[in-house]
């Protein structure tokens, strides 16, 4: 890409793989009816958003999907049920990112929370004889640790500005077309990674 010097990037679903389908069924197995009612509608509860920006702790979150559910399930199991989501990192995608670190600089973005950070950075870890996963960022930025998530426009303008990027030599990759919109609205360009695509496919 012609005049751009720096890359963000989104986590699940362009890094690191999501399974959704495997999060439902660890939660219909412990009895959860509805799942996609309850926990994939736009993210109807509230807490839910809470915990992307870190105002409510781990013990809150799981009281309240204690809650949502409405059975007496133990953390241990719900703690497995809601990190049921994480997929792996698929090795080609991490070279990809190894290569793009002699020409860019790299940044990450993602919308999370404590209880996956902890999961996915030990599964990386394991994966890659014990590296961080961090280190292939200039920075990592999480928005549970930022108390902002995308797709608000002041998330973005925060990065742009702690970094001093220039948002037209910035591009931004993501999953989802609203937090491209939102990246666009803050001045970067913006990549929508859509299904049957991944970061292999574009030209970088």
Same mark, same amino acid.
């Given at each position: 890409?012609?005049?751009?010097? /720096?890359?963000?990037?989104?986590?699940?679903?362009?890094?690191?793989?999501?399974?959704?389908?495997?999060?439902?069924?660890?939660?219909?197995?412990?009895?959860?009816?509805?799942?996609?009612?309850?926990?994939?509608?736009?993210?109807?509860?509230?807490?839910?958003?809470?915990?992307?920006?870190?105002?409510?702790?781990?013990?809150?979150?799981?009281?309240?999907?204690?809650?949502?559910?409405?059975?007496?399930?133990?953390?241990?199991?719900?703690?497995?049920?809601?990190?049921?989501?994480?997929?792996?990192?698929?090795?080609?995608?991490?070279?990809?990112?190894?290569?793009?670190?002699?020409? %860019?600089?790299?940044?990450?973005?993602?919308?999370?929370?404590?209880?996956?950070?902890?999961?996915?950075?030990?599964?990386?870890?394991?994966?890659?004889?014990?590296?961080?996963?961090?280190?292939?960022?200039?920075?990592?930025? %999480?928005?549970?640790?930022?108390?902002?998530?995308?797709?608000?426009?002041?998330? %973005?303008?925060?990065?742009?500005?702690?970094?001093?990027?220039?948002?037209?030599?910035?591009?931004?990759?993501?999953?989802?077309?609203? /937090?491209?919109?939102?990246?666009?609205?803050?001045?970067?360009?913006?990549?929508?990674?859509?299904?049957?695509?991944?970061?292999?496919?574009?030209?970088?």
């Amino acid at each position: 890409m012609q005049n751009i010097e /720096n890359l963000i990037f989104d986590l699940g679903g362009v890094i690191l793989t999501l399974d959704m389908p495997r999060a439902e069924q660890h939660f219909t197995a412990l009895g959860v009816k509805d799942y996609n009612t309850l926990f994939r509608s736009g993210n109807v509860s509230s807490f839910f958003k809470a915990y992307e920006v870190g105002s409510i702790t781990d013990a809150e979150f799981i009281e309240a999907l204690k809650n949502l559910s409405g059975l007496p399930l133990t953390d241990k199991d719900l703690i497995a049920a809601w990190n049921a989501m994480l997929g792996h990192f698929p090795e080609e995608r991490i070279a990809l990112l190894n290569k793009l670190k002699n020409k %860019y600089r790299l940044f990450l973005f993602s919308n999370t929370n404590a209880l996956h950070l902890t999961t996915f950075r030990k599964m990386y870890g394991d994966t890659f004889n014990g590296n961080v996963f961090d280190d292939h960022f200039e920075k990592a930025y %999480y928005s549970h640790t930022l108390g902002m998530r995308k797709p608000d426009k002041e998330s %973005y303008e925060y990065i742009i500005r702690e970094n001093n990027l220039d948002p037209s030599k910035t591009v931004f990759i993501d999953d989802s077309i609203l /937090n491209i919109e939102g990246a666009e609205a803050a001045g970067l360009k913006g990549i929508h990674i859509k299904p049957g695509i991944s970061i292999l496919d574009i030209c970088l």
